[in-house]
């Protein structure tokens, strides 16, 4: 799991790209709860989002799951290679399988996510 990047409780990264924009995807942890993905809904471009909101669904083999939005702003782009291959979420979730980007209206707000070390503690509360 990488280090330098956020994430959520919900099970969601955030890399900062600078001048306030953002990449979002699911973990490696979540990818693997949800199994084969089979499609994944992105937000529209230009739509707003904001923090805790769901704004994208993945659907795998076994469930469809919400994603939530991880900071306020709008999204100004979105990983149309997944329309195609939506298993690039399963084999490169920090990669390839980004989902979509947000340019936020604080850049602040990137505040209130979790370092890798306290997701890691969400994941192991979750197992428990």
């Not at 995807?25 to 909101?53: K, N, R, Y």
């Not at 979105?78 to 990669?95: I, K």
Request: proline share 5%; charged share 30%.
């Amino acid at each position: 799991m990488p280090s330098e990047l956020k994430y959520t409780h919900t099970h969601e990264w955030v890399r900062p790209e600078g001048e306030g924009v953002y990449t979002i995807g699911i973990t490696d942890h979540a990818q693997s709860l949800l199994g084969d993905m089979v499609f994944v809904d992105l937000p529209e471009i230009d739509s707003a989002t904001e923090a805790g909101e769901d704004c994208a669904v993945a659907e795998s083999v076994k469930a469809a799951s919400d994603i939530y939005a991880p900071l306020t702003g709008f999204v100004v782009a979105v990983n149309e290679d997944l329309e195609g291959a939506p298993e690039l979420v399963n084999s490169d979730p920090y990669g390839d399988g980004w989902l979509f980007q947000i340019k936020v209206d604080d850049d602040g707000e990137d505040g209130d996510l979790l370092d890798s070390d306290s997701y890691l503690d969400v994941i192991a509360d979750d197992d428990d």
